[in-house]
């Protein structure tokens, strides 16, 4: 995807859209996320680094509120190239992303049972740009989560979304997801899932996941395009749940 390449050096400026209601988890499976609530009073971090011709970083920290709410904060889209020694600023180009983005996120968890809730949330904020040129991006979405339901830990969801033209770039606004994970021991899991349509966050992945402690999953994973705008990447994240 073309970007603007701009210099490291450059003094960090930015400025975020604080529009937030009702929200769903930013805790994400890859793509998808999981639906999740962070515990009252806790912290949730995820970090995420995507490795193909550019390596992407993609950085979510959530604080639990209570009462099944919690928000956070978003950096989406940080893009480094090696040959460059540089990184990647999208604020023009509408065929692709605009990154990076900060955006603050949200959660409002509705337990219908024990292994079964709704959750319906956004991410909303602007594209960093030392020219000024913000634009508002958004993703919005509604997800099903159902979770010890054959077995322990093992988890659906199934979802829809809306995505802005500067968050998912050329493509379908409106689309849907699906994501499992299945445990195979105490230890290890695999994930799957997909994200239809023919945006920028159009991915089918897989994945496996280790959890050296129990609150700190690791996950490896592969992302294959759903469309042919995509690349294929290989996936790491780093997540500290709260305990």
């Known amino acids: 995807m073309s970007r603007f390449l701009y210099s490291m050096n450059k003094s960090f400026a930015g400025w975020l859209l604080l529009v937030a209601s009702a929200a769903v988890a930013q805790q994400n499976f890859i793509n998808v996320p999981s639906g999740e609530v962070t515990k009252a009073g806790k912290f949730f971090f995820q970090q995420q680094l995507n490795f193909n011709e550019i390596i992407q970083s993609n950085t979510t920290i959530d604080y639990g509120l209570g ?30 992303p605009y990154d990076p983005l900060l955006t603050v996120n949200g959660l409002k968890q509705f337990e219908l049972s024990e292994t079964f809730s709704l959750s319906i949330g956004t991410q909303i904020g602007v594209n960093v740009d030392f020219d000024r040129r913000y634009r508002p991006a958004n993703l919005t979405y509604l997800n099903a989560r159902l979770q010890d339901w054959l077995w322990e830990n093992f988890l659906l969801v199934t979802g829809a979304y809306y995505n802005s033209k500067h968050y998912g770039g050329a493509g379908n606004r409106m689309g849907g997801w699906a994501a499992a994970e299945l445990p195979v021991t105490e230890k290890w899991r695999v994930m799957g899932e997909s994200v239809f349509g023919n945006n920028a966050i159009s991915y089918t992945s897989f994945g496996i996941i280790f959890l050296p402690r129990p609150h700190i999953p690791l996950t490896l994973g592969l992302q294959i395009p759903n469309t042919p705008s995509n690349a294929y990447a290989l996936v790491f994240e780093l997540t500290i749940t709260p305990r």
């Open 67 to 96: 009462k099944d709410f919690e928000i956070g904060l978003n950096v989406l889209g940080v893009d480094y190239a090696e040959k460059s020694n540089s990184l990647f600023l999208n604020d023009r180009n509408d065929r692709d």
